[in-house]
């Protein structure tokens, strides 16, 4: 008998995790009803880069064609020396790249794949979505979960996941360690119309100026209509939040070393929305009975390997395959999901950070650093991503797409 299935998981957050989440349950045919504190269901940010990896994520979603469709497909990563000028390495994403990882390295606007997600739960009757509904209090009982809302609406299920992203409330009810960490870096982002991008660089790859402390990230988006600008510095200040005004003049002074292009490049931009960088060490598990978490939730990670979305999607599809595999029975779903996904959320976690110290090398560092990645072959580039590129062969084991509910 399914009818456990009919009970709803109640999701606390409708960001990029959250929404895959209530997708990925709704095709193994199981209610979820997502809980959301922002007035509309909608994404701010810009830009978000997606490994191969994540495509055999969309696969089991359905999604693969609704996400190329408005995804870039770019030529190349290069890393470029932010004070000479120099380029360092590249990585060549076609050819052995393609055949090696089956699906591509994609770039995407964030509200795009947010949309992409969206329009795929308001197409299912298995998922309800609830916006302008702030989740203030989280109490398990016996043989489900409730939650209340600062309005002081109830909602009740058979399960929760939290996806609230990086300052998580459910995280302290689950793990209890407090606030994030922060990185002591500073991310300014803004988004260009191509047609205002100097032609010398509108190119159509990926691209790092990496210098020390600082480095400036471009690429294009929505089919080359837009360019995506990131420049991050190291800075203490600290503040919490997505989205608040970045002061052009502190940022020109940290950049005052770098070489010309990349201050030409910054230059273009005349508002820029800014964040302070979190994340936390990882953890060996973030579930307590019928309480789990999901994305930024569970292990939020800095962005220099640009893998916090692809991760959150799929704990997303594994969580979605250990409640059917355990036939509804949640608190062992819960318990068994975390242990299949930690060693690799957590290496993502570490080795994001040793990609920032990497961009940010000066010295001898740096020395070594243009050495080592500039006498790569494209076959090391290839062995040097394959652990986090490849088929994540444990997600993709699973009932045939025949078994799933559209
Ligand atoms: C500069 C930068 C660049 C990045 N680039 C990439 C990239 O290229 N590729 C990549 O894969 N990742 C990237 N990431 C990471 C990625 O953005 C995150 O990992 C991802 O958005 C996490 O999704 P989430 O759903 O877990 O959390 P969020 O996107 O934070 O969503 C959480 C949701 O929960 C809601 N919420 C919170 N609290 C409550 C509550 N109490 N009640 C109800 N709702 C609540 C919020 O309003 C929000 O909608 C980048 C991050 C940064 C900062």
Redesign the pocket.
């Known amino acids: 008998m399914d009818d456990w299935k009919d009970r709803e998981v109640l999701i606390?957050?409708?960001?990029?995790?959250?929404?895959?989440a209530a997708l990925a349950l709704a095709r193994r045919g199981i209610a979820a009803q997502i809980?959301?504190?922002?007035a509309e269901?909608k994404?701010i940010?810009?830009?978000?880069?997606?490994?191969p990896n994540?495509f055999w994520m969309f696969e089991a979603l359905g999604l693969v064609e609704p996400v190329s469709a408005l995804a870039v497909f770019p030529d190349n990563l290069i890393m470029m020396d932010s004070i000479t000028g120099e380029e360092v390495t590249r990585v060549p994403l076609r050819g052995a790249f393609r055949r090696r990882f089956k699906h591509p390295y994609a770039l995407i606007h964030?509200a795009d794949l947010h949309q992409v997600l969206l329009a795929a739960c308001r197409k299912s009757a298995r998922i309800r979505l609830d916006a302008g509904?702030?989740?203030?209090d989280v109490e398990e009982t016996a043989d489900g979960v409730s939650v209340t809302?600062a309005g002081g609406k109830a909602y009740r299920g058979a399960a929760l996941i939290g996806?609230?992203?990086?300052?998580?409330?459910?995280r302290q009810i689950v793990v209890g360690d407090g606030a994030p960490r922060p990185a002591g870096h500073i991310?300014y982002?803004a988004v260009l119309p191509t047609a205002e991008m100097p032609e010398k660089f509108r190119w159509r790859d990926m691209v790092v100026w990496a210098g020390e402390k600082v480095h400036l990230v471009h690429y294009p988006l929505r089919t080359g209509d837009l360019f995506n600008l990131?420049a991050?510095f190291h800075s203490n200040r600290y503040e919490e939040g997505?989205d608040s005004y970045g002061d052009p003049a502190e940022l020109y002074e940290r950049f005052a070393q770098t070489c010309e292009p990349v201050r030409t490049l910054l230059a273009k931009i005349e508002s820029w929305r800014m964040?302070v960088?979190c994340d936390r060490p990882p953890v060996k598990d973030w579930s307590r009975g019928r309480i789990t978490l999901?994305?930024?939730?569970?292990h939020?990670?800095l962005?220099y390997l640009?893998?916090?979305?692809?991760?959150?999607i799929e704990d997303a599809v594994c969580l979605a395959d250990k409640v059917a595999e355990h036939d509804g029975d949640y608190p062992a779903a819960f318990r068994a999901y975390p242990l299949a996904r930690y060693l690799r959320t957590g290496r993502v976690q570490i080795m994001a950070r040793v990609y920032g110290e990497f961009f940010h090398a000066g010295g001898v560092a740096k020395e070594l650093r243009n050495m080592m990645l500039g006498a790569r072959t494209p076959e090391d580039h290839i062995a040097g991503v394959e652990w986090l590129y490849s088929e994540p062969k444990e997600l993709t084991r699973r009932t045939p797409a025949a078994a799933m509910v559209s």
């Not at 992203?165 to 459910?170: A, D, E, T, Y």
């Not at 999901?294 to 569970?298: H, Q």
């Open positions: 606390v957050g409708g960001g990029i995790g959250g929404l895959a809980i959301e504190q922002a269901f994404e940010g810009a830009g978000i880069q997606l490994g994540v964030r509904q702030k989740v203030v809302t996806a609230d992203g990086i300052w998580s409330m459910v991310t982002r990131v991050v997505w964040w960088v999901v994305g930024d939730a569970a939020p990670m962005q640009a893998q916090g979305a692809n991760m959150a």
